[in-house]
Every structure is written in structure tokens, then in C-alpha cells.
């Protein structure tokens, strides 16, 4: 399964890829709009300091403890891809306790919050990596 | 008190699009950009933008513009703006004025004033896509004759030769002036593509030895990095006498470029000023000049084709001649509007001639004296696109330089600000967060495709000529006419007006 892989050398930390998760997930059609004056609740983060920068992510791991975590089902693995149901969490962030990547968030409803690979919204592949403009993230079989 | 003006660039922002993600903040090395948190909103200091469109292009809701402000001293057409502002800043700094990249004067092109010649009629264009074209081509010294052993079958010693698989190179750039990333893009572009490029003055970095066969070693007044293993490193070494956008001067590296890896590559001192002579200071004569071909070619156990490239100046043709009796294998000239890394903004926008005249008149003095076959040709100083390529082909030329598009390639804007440093898209930059805002993967991918498109556009040119060679195009004028020109600048050309 092609999943998101981070280039930490050629990440510059220009963010780009926070607001263009943020806006793919947004449901609505202009960037502007969808995210001007609004706290944003982007599903992949960029960490870092002057000397280097990454951006993180859900790994879509193979055995995810999140999925086990879940006190309420909401996390599933669908296809690969570890998925939320948005509908049963409850916030009780066992998911954010146990995942060893920090790739979970508490959203914009107070719900968990993950990388589904843009496959289910308007983009239909991660929004990060087409806006990535040095390739430092990457979205590929490996 | 300083002598003050209006920022030459405004910074245009739509409020209604800009979502303050501070994309523009962060990518700015000249902090034009910045964000006030009691407003929530980005604000810029004009001041310092060199408008090289970074944050325009990254800017994920297009909020942004840079425009030329249009706050101007009152209309004077012989004491322009810029004549006064570079007064003014002469006045502040009693500096000499310094400016990047090539001559950006109104001077003529005399590309666009030349126009390329179709079959019609009498003789078959050919399609490229149907019937084989070559585009290789050698440099290097051509026999005058065939020569056959005591069987009749041809001898094939021939001067050492590069061979390229298109008529273009990238010329040199040195790793100090541009960054590691661009030179490994350049590297493995040339590699892929079967061509050369450049090691300019700066040496060669261990790590890019091994792509020897596509780089050409330069030694330059100042010789830096040169020891016998760069010289046989490359496929040709190239002698440095001039450079098109600073003709007669030698170059300044500042020591804030010399970090650690470039200090080594050029084996001077880290932090050092790294200053390249005007002269070589063992060359005063074409004899000089020779001492030192011979010194290359023993080094590289005449193996190599030696490249002396010279600046297009006055009697270029007689210096070119010179060269071509020198034992060089290849003559490269750089014509006025070449570009640089940094020089005298006089000496960039003032001395020189256009590569066109340089060309020509080389090409034609080379042929009447009955050494063309000595040398190669090739021409550099903006070449601009395939059709430059062509002409510049048709008019003598054996191949051509290309760097200032290469550049364009890798991102470059052609903001003119390379000798501050601070390049926003790390190619002029050493500062290793720049630097790795090029990512070699990327740059080597679009100079690929920008060769790869010229070659293709180059074969479409020959085709429609009827021609399925460049060795057939070389030096063929007759498929060439001008527009718009004098009868002297014609002659200098030496094609016919356009309906002649």
C-alpha cells in the first residue's frame, strides 16, 4: 500500500502542507475561504527548529495500536489505511496517549483527529504532498 | 542624512485572500515579510524586497503580488530612475555598484532580429518523428584531410573529441558562487542527458568526481582547486581567460561564501576572500597562453581537449585566431549579455559585444585563414531558447554554453541579487537552510526536461530546413536572413536581408 514518507533533509518548514490538509479537508472549494481567520486543525504537523524540519503524520502502521487503543470502535483499518468514525469517538484520546508517532490530534469537535490519506475527501491523494514544493513529503510504495 | 527613495518593489497583498499561514515569513531570507499578532495580520517592509517572487510562488491562496512601485522622481528621459537611485546609492556608500546576473540593457538581440529559413516546394522538409535526426556532435581539432594506412583503410587518431549528444552545455558555475544542490542537479542532469557541465573556478567536489565524464574542469586566473587529479577528472579542461558579464576583470568570491566544503573544494583558508586575478599572470601573450595549453595537455597525458574561453570583446576574431593557433582544442566566447554570480554593475552593462557579432566574425576569420578545422566553437552569453540554438549553429558555432537558462530551470527568478547571498530559491546561496530549499532530485528533473524539449524543438527547426544533422547546419548561413538590420551589421553576420 503507498503510504506518506517524510524527506527530513529537503523539509524547509514552510508549512504548506498543514494548511493544505486543512483545506482538503474542509470540504469546500476555495482556500481563502475555507480557512481565513480560523484556527486550523491540520492532520499532519511540522515539527522542528532552525536546523531541521519534518512534518508527522499517521503511518497507516500495519498493527496500529491506536485501532487497539480504541475504547470505542471509532478507529478501524479500512483497506490499509487506519480510518476513523468520527460519529462513535467519544474523546477520550487513548488513541493520542498510545500512538508512538504523535500522528493523532485532537480535532476541530473536540473528536480525535487523523491522516486518511485524503482518499475519502475532494483531493483524492494527500493534499501535502501535491503542495510540498521540495518533495519532502512523499506519498509512495516502499 | 542618508539619501532616501521609495522602495523599488511594493508587496501587493489581498487582504480578502491572505490566511496569515505565514508561508511568505518563513520563505523570505530578506524578512520582508512579517506577522503582527495584535492584528492577526501579515505585514510587509518593502525596503527589502529584491523581488524574487518566492513567497508569490509558494503563497498557497495567490494573495500576494510584488509590483514595480510607480513612485517616481519627476519624467526625465536622459536622468532616468535607476540613473538616479544609483546615484543617490553611490553617494550613501561610495561604493562601486555591484549587480548579478547578465546585462539586462535595452542593448539589441540579434537572435530576434534573424530569421530561420523552411523547405518549400523544391526540397523535402523531414519530419523528426518519422525519419532519424542526429543532433551529436564532437568538439575537439578536425583533420584537414583524410589520411589511410598502406591498406586504404582510414586512420581514426584523432584529436582527443567530447562528445555530446545535443550541441548544448552548461557552462561554468562555480560551487561557492551557486550551491552544492545546484551543482549535483547540473551533475546529474549532464550526466543523464549525455552532455557537460561546468566545474567554473571553484573546483570540484569530492562527491561529484564521479560523474567526471560529463563535467569539464576549469583553471582560472585564481586556480583554485586545481591539482592533477581534478585535471583528469573531467572530460576537457577549460582555461578561463574572460568571462562576457565582466570582460577584463577577475572575480570576488566574499569570505562569508567560503564555508567549510567550498574552503576545501577550493583549497584556500575557510572564511578567506576567495579573488580571482584580472590576468593570468602567466599568460601576456598568445605564446604564454600556449605554455599553458601544452602544461594541461602533458597534465592530462593529452587525453583531454583544452577550452580557452575568452569574453566577446573588440577584435575578437584576431584573438580568437590567436587561440586557435595557441593548441587549444576548443574556443569558447561569452558574449555580453552573460550572466554572473557578481560584478561591477559598469563593467556588466558596458564592456563587451554581443555573442551574434562575436560569432560570426570569429567564424568567418577562422574559415578565411584556413584554421576552422583547428578549433571548436562554441558561444554562450544568453542563449535563450532552441532557436537560439539553431541560429548560433547556422552562423558557425559548434555548440553552446547555456547557464542563465539552466538557472531559470532550477527555479531562478532573475532577481539580480546574487551577490547578497541570501538566494530565496538556494541557488546562489551557501547558507545551508537556502541551500536546501533546491532539491536536487527536482532541479535535475526540470533541467532534463528543459534539454530534452530543445532537442526536440532543435530537430522540428532542422527538419523544416531538410536537414537531419547538425553537422549539416553548422556554419550554414545561407539558412539564415535578417530583419531590421544595417547593411554593416549584415556584413558582420554575413547573411542576406530577409526577401534577399
Given at each position: 500500500?503507498?503510504?506518506?514518507?517524510?524527506?527530513?533533509?529537503?523539509?524547509?518548514?514552510?508549512?504548506?502542507?498543514?494548511?493544505?490538509?486543512?483545506?482538503?479537508?474542509?470540504?469546500?472549494?476555495?482556500?481563502?475561504?475555507?480557512?481565513?481567520?480560523?484556527?486550523?486543525?491540520?492532520?499532519?504537523?511540522?515539527?522542528?527548529?532552525?536546523?531541521?524540519?519534518?512534518?508527522?503524520?499517521?503511518?497507516?502502521?500495519?498493527?496500529?495500536?491506536?485501532?487497539?487503543?480504541?475504547?470505542?470502535?471509532?478507529?478501524?483499518?479500512?483497506?490499509?489505511?487506519?480510518?476513523?468514525?468520527?460519529?462513535?469517538?467519544?474523546?477520550?484520546?487513548?488513541?493520542?496517549?498510545?500512538?508512538?508517532?504523535?500522528?493523532?490530534?485532537?480535532?476541530?469537535?473536540?473528536?480525535?483527529?487523523?491522516?486518511?490519506?485524503?482518499?475519502?475527501?475532494?483531493?483524492?491523494?494527500?493534499?501535502?504532498?501535491?503542495?510540498?514544493?521540495?518533495?519532502?513529503?512523499?506519498?509512495?510504495?516502499? | 542624512?542618508?539619501?532616501?527613495?521609495?522602495?523599488?518593489?511594493?508587496?501587493?497583498?489581498?487582504?480578502n485572500r491572505c490566511i496569515a499561514c505565514r508561508v511568505?515569513?518563513?520563505?523570505?531570507?530578506?524578512?520582508?515579510?512579517?506577522?503582527?499578532?495584535?492584528?492577526?495580520?501579515?505585514?510587509?517592509?518593502?525596503?527589502?524586497?529584491?523581488?524574487?517572487?518566492?513567497?508569490?510562488?509558494?503563497?498557497?491562496?495567490?494573495?500576494?503580488?510584488?509590483?514595480?512601485?510607480?513612485?517616481?522622481?519627476?519624467?526625465?528621459?536622459?536622468?532616468?530612475?535607476?540613473?538616479?537611485?544609483?546615484?543617490?546609492?553611490?553617494?550613501?556608500?561610495?561604493?562601486?555598484?555591484?549587480?548579478?546576473?547578465?546585462?539586462?540593457?535595452?542593448?539589441?538581440?540579434?537572435?530576434?532580429?534573424?530569421?530561420?529559413?523552411?523547405?518549400?516546394?523544391?526540397?523535402?522538409?523531414?519530419?523528426?518523428?518519422?525519419?532519424?535526426?542526429?543532433?551529436?556532435?564532437?568538439?575537439?581539432?578536425?583533420?584537414?584531410?583524410?589520411?589511410?594506412?598502406?591498406?586504404?583503410?582510414?586512420?581514426?587518431?584523432?584529436?582527443?573529441?567530447?562528445?555530446?549528444?545535443?550541441?548544448?552545455?552548461?557552462?561554468?558555475?562555480?560551487?561557492?558562487?551557486?550551491?552544492?544542490?545546484?551543482?549535483?542537479?547540473?551533475?546529474?542532469?549532464?550526466?543523464?542527458?549525455?552532455?557537460?557541465?561546468?566545474?567554473?573556478?571553484?573546483?570540484?567536489?569530492?562527491?561529484?568526481?564521479?560523474?567526471?565524464?560529463?563535467?569539464?574542469?576549469?583553471?582560472?586566473?585564481?586556480?583554485?582547486?586545481?591539482?592533477?587529479?581534478?585535471?583528469?577528472?573531467?572530460?576537457?579542461?577549460?582555461?578561463?581567460?574572460?568571462?562576457?558579464?565582466?570582460?577584463?576583470?577577475?572575480?570576488?568570491?566574499?569570505?562569508?561564501k567560503i564555508v567549510a566544503d567550498v574552503s576545501r573544494?577550493?583549497?584556500?583558508?575557510?572564511?578567506?576572500?576567495?579573488?580571482?586575478?584580472?590576468?593570468?599572470?602567466?599568460?601576456?601573450s598568445i605564446e604564454d597562453l600556449r605554455q599553458l595549453?601544452?602544461?594541461?595537455?602533458?597534465?592530462?597525458?593529452?587525453?583531454?581537449?583544452?577550452?580557452?574561453?575568452?569574453?566577446?570583446?573588440?577584435?575578437?576574431?584576431?584573438?580568437?585566431?590567436?587561440?586557435?593557433?595557441?593548441?587549444?582544442?576548443?574556443?569558447?566566447?561569452?558574449?555580453?549579455?552573460?550572466?554572473?554570480?557578481?560584478?561591477?554593475?559598469?563593467?556588466?552593462?558596458?564592456?563587451?559585444?554581443?555573442?551574434?557579432?562575436?560569432?560570426?566574425?570569429?567564424?568567418?576569420?577562422?574559415?578565411?585563414?584556413?584554421?576552422?578545422?583547428?578549433?571548436?566553437?562554441?558561444?554562450?552569453?544568453?542563449?535563450?531558447?532552441?532557436?537560439?540554438?539553431?541560429?548560433?549553429?547556422?552562423?558557425?558555432?559548434?555548440?553552446?554554453?547555456?547557464?542563465?537558462?539552466?538557472?531559470?530551470?532550477?527555479?531562478?527568478?532573475?532577481?539580480?541579487?546574487?551577490?547578497?547571498?541570501?538566494?530565496?530559491?538556494?541557488?546562489?546561496?551557501?547558507?545551508?537552510?537556502?541551500?536546501?530549499?533546491?532539491?536536487?532530485?527536482?532541479?535535475?528533473?526540470?533541467?532534463?526536461?528543459?534539454?530534452?524539449?530543445?532537442?526536440?524543438?532543435?530537430?522540428?527547426?532542422?527538419?523544416?530546413?531538410?536537414?537531419?544533422?547538425?553537422?549539416?547546419?553548422?556554419?550554414?548561413?545561407?539558412?539564415?536572413?535578417?530583419?531590421?538590420?544595417?547593411?554593416?551589421?549584415?556584413?558582420?553576420?554575413?547573411?542576406?536581408?530577409?526577401?534577399?
Amino acid at each position: 500500500m503507498k503510504r506518506i514518507f517524510v524527506n527530513e533533509e529537503w523539509c524547509l518548514g514552510c508549512h504548506l502542507c498543514e494548511y493544505n490538509c486543512a483545506f482538503a479537508n474542509s470540504g469546500m472549494k476555495n482556500m481563502a475561504l475555507a480557512l481565513k481567520g480560523k484556527k486550523i486543525f491540520p492532520k499532519i504537523h511540522v515539527y522542528g527548529n532552525d536546523k531541521i524540519n519534518f512534518a508527522v503524520s499517521c503511518r497507516h502502521c500495519e498493527d496500529p495500536l491506536c485501532v487497539k487503543a480504541c475504547i470505542s470502535g471509532a478507529l478501524h483499518i479500512k483497506d490499509g489505511r487506519v480510518c476513523i468514525d468520527k460519529t462513535k469517538c467519544v474523546g477520550c484520546y487513548s488513541c493520542i496517549m498510545v500512538c508512538p508517532y504523535g500522528s493523532l490530534s485532537v480535532g476541530e469537535t473536540g473528536v480525535a483527529s487523523k491522516c486518511e490519506l485524503c482518499l475519502d475527501n475532494a483531493c483524492g491523494s494527500p493534499a501535502c504532498v501535491k503542495g510540498c514544493p521540495n518533495n519532502a513529503i512523499v506519498y509512495e510504495e516502499r | 542624512m542618508a539619501l532616501l527613495f521609495y522602495p523599488e518593489f511594493e508587496v501587493i497583498r489581498n487582504e480578502n485572500r491572505c490566511i496569515a499561514c505565514r508561508v511568505c515569513e518563513r520563505q523570505c531570507a530578506n524578512e520582508v515579510h512579517s506577522f503582527d499578532s495584535q492584528t492577526g495580520r501579515m505585514i510587509a517592509d518593502e525596503t527589502k524586497c529584491v523581488n524574487c517572487q518566492r513567497c508569490v510562488s509558494l503563497c498557497p491562496t495567490r494573495a500576494l503580488k510584488i509590483v514595480k512601485s510607480n513612485c517616481n522622481f519627476k519624467e526625465n528621459a536622459n536622468w532616468q530612475d535607476d540613473t538616479i537611485k544609483e546615484i543617490y546609492k553611490q553617494a550613501n556608500s561610495g561604493g562601486v555598484l555591484l549587480s548579478s546576473m547578465g546585462n539586462p540593457k535595452p542593448f539589441p538581440v540579434y537572435w530576434d532580429k534573424i530569421l530561420i529559413n523552411a523547405s518549400q516546394v523544391t526540397n523535402p522538409s523531414i519530419d523528426p518523428l518519422r525519419e532519424p535526426m542526429e543532433t551529436k556532435v564532437f568538439l575537439g581539432k578536425k583533420p584537414n584531410h583524410i589520411e589511410r594506412d598502406k591498406d586504404g583503410k582510414l586512420k581514426f587518431d584523432l584529436s582527443p573529441q567530447l562528445e555530446l549528444s545535443m550541441p548544448i552545455m552548461f557552462s561554468a558555475m562555480s560551487y561557492g558562487s551557486i550551491s552544492y544542490n545546484a551543482h549535483k542537479s547540473l551533475a546529474t542532469a549532464a550526466e543523464e542527458l549525455g552532455i557537460c557541465y561546468n566545474t567554473g573556478e571553484g573546483g570540484l567536489h569530492e562527491d561529484f568526481y564521479v560523474y567526471g565524464k560529463n563535467t569539464i574542469v576549469q583553471v582560472a586566473s585564481g586556480r583554485f582547486g586545481v591539482h592533477e587529479d581534478y585535471l583528469k577528472a573531467g572530460a576537457a579542461v577549460e582555461i578561463k581567460m574572460g568571462q562576457g558579464a565582466k570582460p577584463g576583470i577577475g572575480g570576488h568570491l566574499p569570505g562569508a561564501k567560503i564555508v567549510a566544503d567550498v574552503s576545501r573544494t577550493r583549497m584556500i583558508p575557510e572564511g578567506s576572500d576567495a579573488i580571482s586575478p584580472a590576468p593570468h599572470h602567466d599568460i601576456y601573450s598568445i605564446e604564454d597562453l600556449r605554455q599553458l595549453v601544452y602544461s594541461l595537455k602533458e597534465a592530462t597525458e593529452y587525453k583531454k581537449p583544452i577550452i580557452v574561453k575568452v569574453a566577446a570583446v573588440h577584435n575578437i576574431a584576431a584573438i580568437a585566431s590567436g587561440i586557435a593557433r595557441s593548441g587549444a582544442d576548443i574556443i569558447a566566447i561569452d558574449g555580453f549579455r552573460g550572466g554572473t554570480g557578481a560584478a561591477p554593475t559598469r563593467i556588466r552593462d558596458n564592456v563587451g559585444i554581443p555573442v551574434e557579432l562575436a560569432l560570426a566574425a570569429v567564424d568567418k576569420r577562422l574559415r578565411d585563414e584556413g584554421i576552422r578545422n583547428n578549433v571548436s566553437l562554441v558561444v554562450g552569453g544568453s542563449i535563450r531558447s532552441a532557436s537560439d540554438v539553431v541560429k548560433a549553429i547556422a552562423l558557425g558555432a559548434d555548440a553552446c554554453y547555456i547557464a542563465t537558462a539552466a538557472l531559470l530551470a532550477l527555479g531562478c527568478h532573475l532577481c539580480r541579487t546574487c551577490q547578497s547571498g541570501k538566494c530565496n530559491w538556494g541557488i546562489a546561496t551557501q547558507k545551508p537552510e537556502l541551500v536546501k530549499r533546491l532539491n536536487p532530485e527536482i532541479g535535475k528533473k526540470h533541467l532534463v526536461n528543459l534539454m530534452t524539449a530543445w532537442r526536440h524543438e532543435i530537430k522540428e527547426l532542422m527538419g523544416g530546413m531538410g536537414i537531419n544533422s547538425i553537422e549539416a547546419l553548422k556554419g550554414n548561413r545561407l539558412m539564415l536572413r535578417g530583419i531590421g538590420m544595417t547593411e554593416k551589421e549584415l556584413e558582420i553576420l554575413g547573411i542576406s536581408h530577409a526577401g534577399e
